[in-house]
């Protein structure tokens, strides 16, 4: 799986999720890929698409258990547990956190939280480097 940051003309932004980058290519071809908010389908990628997975072949998957792509949910919850041990949780003062850090006023450390859209446009704007994941499911397993 491969998730691409998408933008349509208007200038809304959204998240595809894609096979590959030929799926995105193809159902863009396709005016497939509509914006969710104006259903425009002139949409084109922002640079900031990251895999998810492996990119073996069917035939590996089908031969080799081991090699098939790791249920989403779950590795929500793999990602979400390994910010959560791992990053500072500011929840909403994220942007103000960002910005503290990046002027040398904190010390520099991993932090996540939550932030708005403008807080997000802002803080591309003074080149501060974050990125973005979906919130993970809840939990349903134990241990
Ligand atoms: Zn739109």
């Not at 031969?63 to 949780?89: C, G, W």
Request: hydrophobic fraction near 35%; charge should be negative; include cysteine.
């Amino acid at each position: 799986m491969i998730v691409f940051d998408l933008q349509c003309a208007r200038g809304h932004q959204f998240e595809g999720w894609f096979d590959d980058n030929r799926a995105f290519e193809d159902q863009k071809k396709r005016q497939l890929i509509l914006c969710p908010v104006c259903n425009d389908s002139n949409v084109c990628k922002i640079p900031s698409a990251f895999a998810i997975g492996s990119s073996r072949t069917n035939t590996e998957t089908d031969t080799n258990p081991e090699l098939r792509p790791p249920d989403p949910a779950a590795l929500a919850r793999k990602i979400s547990h390994f910010l959560e041990n791992s990053f500072d949780n500011v929840g909403s003062d994220f942007a103000k956190e960002a910005l503290k850090i990046h002027y040398g006023a904190e010390e520099p450390r991993n932090i996540r939280g939550v932030s708005t859209s403008e807080e997000e446009k802002m803080l591309k704007e003074e080149g501060i480097r974050f990125f973005k994941i979906p919130a993970a499911p809840p939990s349903s397993e134990k241990n």
